[in-house]
């Protein structure tokens, strides 16, 4: 399939953008495609020739955003190398403070559905790349309660560091975070 030509790349990452401004301010379901296409200063044409409706381009957004983290977490294989889990955890935490997208997602106005989808992928993750503590049976029903409240605190814990604007150097942040889903 050819990559598509810079016209088109700049349209979507404007409209991408435009939606993204928006969630800062309003729900998804408040958000129409005139108020979109206003912000992007382009047509309903335009719009709709790229995406169905707001919630085309919302989801490709997000789809796009767990795409990108499969990829960072795929590069890790060692669950026993506290290094690397740290390492993984830093890169994370930089992926979201240099990405507006999942920071606005994530957000108190982001998308519960993207949220929902986040906590199940990031489960998974730490099911299979974070070592259980020590005092945790391996039991696999037990590990699934200890990766949701792991993935619970640690969405919360960003969520704070993003409304901090984010105060604390990702290096700490990925030490704390190891730190605690040890605990």
Request: proline letters at 3%; charged letters at 25%; aromatic letters at 10%.
């Amino acid at each position: 399939m050819p990559k598509p030509n810079r016209k088109i790349r700049y349209t979507k990452m404007v409209l991408r953008d435009s939606l993204i401004n928006l969630i800062k301010e309003k729900s998804i379901l408040r958000i129409t495609i005139k108020d979109i296409c206003d912000i992007a200063d382009i047509s309903r044409s335009t719009f709709y020739a790229h995406y169905k409706d707001q919630y085309d381009l919302l989801r490709q957004i997000q789809e796009e955003t767990i795409a990108n983290l499969e990829s960072l977490f795929a590069k890790y294989n060692s669950k026993e190398n506290k290094k690397n889990i740290t390492r993984m955890t830093e890169e994370v935490l930089r992926y979201i403070a240099d990405n507006e997208s999942i920071q606005v997602l994530i957000s108190e106005n982001g998308d519960s559905n993207f949220q929902k989808k986040l906590f199940s992928f990031s489960q998974k993750q730490v099911l299979r790349y974070y070592p259980t503590p020590a005092h945790v049976t391996s039991d696999d029903k037990i590990q699934t309660y200890v990766s949701a409240f792991v993935v619970s605190g640690s969405i919360r814990l960003i969520q704070q560091w993003l409304k901090s604007n984010m105060d604390v150097p990702v290096h700490e942040m990925a030490k704390m975070m190891v730190w605690l889903s040890q605990r």
